[in-house]
Structures are given as C-alpha cells and as structure tokens.
C-alpha cells in the first residue's frame, strides 16, 4: 500500500518555473513504476510522464518534452516534476500515481486505470 502525497504546485507567469514534489509513504516504492497526470477543469485526465522503477527510462507527452523533467529518489520515496517554460495551458491540478510493474507497462503508461494509487494533486496556475 502507498500513500503518495504531492506539493509544490502554486501560481507562476507564463515562462516561469515550478517544482512538483511527490512523497510515498510506502515500504516498497522503488518496486513501482511512477507517473505524473495532470486534469484540467472540464477535460479528462491527462497523462503527462512516467518513469521505470529505477528511474532510467522516463516517457513524456508530447507537448510537455523538453520542457519538464521528472526524476525520482528512491532514498527518499519521492519523485520530482522540474516544469520550465511553463504555459497558460499547462494550468491543472497534476497528480503523481504509483503502478505495479509489468513487462511492457510503457505500452500503458498513459493509461489512468492501469495505476493503483493516486495522490490527492496539487494545483498549478500559469498566468499569461
């Protein structure tokens, strides 16, 4: 069982920087395959980036690469969302998700239901 909980989400200008912080509490973290969503008001949640258990492999969509970088500490049972360059269209509540491993999970990685424990999100404002 992990409880993830994220921080660092705020209200910055377009342009401006964020780091997103998420903790697990769990024993076992660094067996979990490690995800950012993000959902913003009227639209479906979205995926945003998935990293492997080691943090080796990390898969972002399209339009976030080269602008955000999602690491993770398995020391600390926390995994990170640096967010430059941010836009008015990256505003959301993002989420930080824990999923089992499996062979071939990248296929699902933008999957929400394929995640089994969820943070309760931290909100992210991008003025223009």
């Known amino acids: 069982q992990e409880q993830l909980v994220e921080s660092g989400g705020g209200l910055v200008q377009a342009g401006g920087s964020l780091r997103l912080s998420c903790a697990a509490s769990?024993?076992?973290?660094?067996?979990?395959?490690m995800g950012w969503f993000r959902q913003a008001p009227g639209k479906e949640r979205e995926f945003v980036a998935a990293t492997t258990r080691s943090g080796g492999n990390t898969y972002y969509t399209d339009s976030v690469k080269g602008r955000f970088t999602f690491s993770r500490d398995n020391a600390k049972n926390t995994v990170y969302l640096q967010m430059n360059s941010l836009k008015p269209e990256d505003t959301a509540v993002y989420y930080c998700a824990a999923r089992t491993y499996e062979s071939a999970w990248y296929l699902t990685r933008d999957v929400p239901r394929k995640y089994d424990y969820w943070g309760q999100g931290t909100q992210v404002t991008v003025s223009s």
């Open positions: 769990g024993h076992t973290f660094s067996n979990y395959v």
